[in-house]
């Protein structure tokens, strides 16, 4: 017998080759998105003393000069590009934020005027817009819930 007819016996025949592993599919990045409940009225703080401002919620009250909720949105835009967006939530009927926050509208930042009767579904309310807004976040992506007066 030939050299070649004994390793060609040695072979595997066509269909009994084991395919070749393909690479799995790379899983999508997930991107980082915060959401910021805004549309209490902070009634439990009661009422403000020292610098506060009277009539105006907790998120809105001065700290060291600043409202509450810009230290809260400065701290998250430090971050960059780690983060993918930030939405901001407040009442239907909010009149104070423009007033308090008018440089609030940078890249990636939306206001969504679609808070709740509580903050659970000012937070739900929150999460179902930025999942079904086309081109926003995805199943995949996670979402940092941080309270505006914290």
Same mark, same amino acid.
């Given at each position: 017998m030939s050299e070649n007819v004994e390793k060609s016996r040695n072979l595997p025949a066509f269909g009994d080759a084991e395919p070749e592993a393909l690479p799995a599919p790379a899983a999508p990045v997930a991107r980082v998105f915060v959401l910021?409940?805004? /549309?209490?009225?902070?009634? #439990?703080?009661g009422l403000p003393s020292g610098d506060g401002v009277a009539g105006?919620? *907790?998120?809105y009250q001065p700290i060291a000069g600043t409202p509450m909720i810009i230290h809260t949105v400065e701290a998250f835009r430090a971050l960059g590009s780690a983060l993918a967006g930030m939405w901001l939530v407040i009442s239907p009927?909010? #009149?104070d934020f423009e007033d308090v926050f008018p440089g609030f509208n940078?890249?990636?930042?939306? %206001?969504?005027r679609a808070g709740g009767a509580t903050r659970a /579904?000012?937070? *739900?309310n929150g999460l179902q817009a930025l999942?079904?807004?086309p081109g926003v976040a995805? /199943?995949?992506?996670?979402? %940092?819930?941080?309270? /505006?007066a914290r």
């Open positions: 910021i409940p805004c /549309a209490g009225q902070g009634a #439990r703080a105006l919620p *907790k998120q009927d909010d #009149r940078a890249q990636g930042e939306k %206001l969504l /579904a000012t937070v *739900k999942l079904t807004t995805e /199943a995949n992506d996670w979402v %940092l819930v941080h309270d /505006a």
